[in-house]
């Protein structure tokens, strides 16, 4: 019986070990489409950005943001804490998170979300 433990053991240990190499691939290629993902939805220069509040932050407050980072309101979205600007600056997203911002994207990723304006 001793001898029987002792195989079962040394296939546990293979068993762990692999475990542990396909857990940490899964994690590294996780980190790496989460990495590649925030690099794809960095706005482009020239582009309208996607900035992100806090969502209980009143709308002054989001359109105090994206003014005192030198851009301009271009349209609201279906969510309220969420707002399209035209930066006027290189530095638009550098000033947006300085003022509070939580996240400046690429407006692109929200094109069917925004609110149509009245003509």
Same mark, same amino acid.
């Given at each position: ?5 002792? @195989? ?8 762990a ?6 857990? #940490? ?8 489409l ?11 220069t020239?582009?309208?950005?996607a900035?992100?509040?806090s969502? =209980?932050?009143p709308a002054?407050?989001?359109? #105090? @943001? @994206?003014a ?10 279906? =969510?309220?804490? &969420? &707002? &399209? ?12 998170y300085?003022?509070?911002? =939580?996240?400046?994207?690429?407006a ?5 979300c ?6």
């Amino acid at each position: 019986m001793s001898s029987m433990a002792h @195989i079962s053991d040394g296939g546990d240990a293979r068993g762990a070990r692999t475990g542990v190499s396909r857990r #940490a691939v899964a994690i590294y290629a996780l980190g790496v489409l989460l990495l590649l993902g925030l690099v794809e939805l960095q706005p482009r220069t020239g582009a309208d950005a996607a900035v992100l509040v806090s969502p =209980w932050s009143p709308a002054p407050a989001a359109a #105090a @943001i @994206i003014a005192g980072a030198d851009g301009d309101i271009v349209s609201a979205t279906r =969510w309220p804490f &969420i &707002i &399209i600007a035209h930066p006027r600056s290189s530095q638009f997203a550098t000033a947006a998170y300085a003022r509070g911002a =939580w996240f400046v994207f690429d407006a692109g990723v929200l094109a069917g979300c925004r609110l149509k304006s009245p003509q």
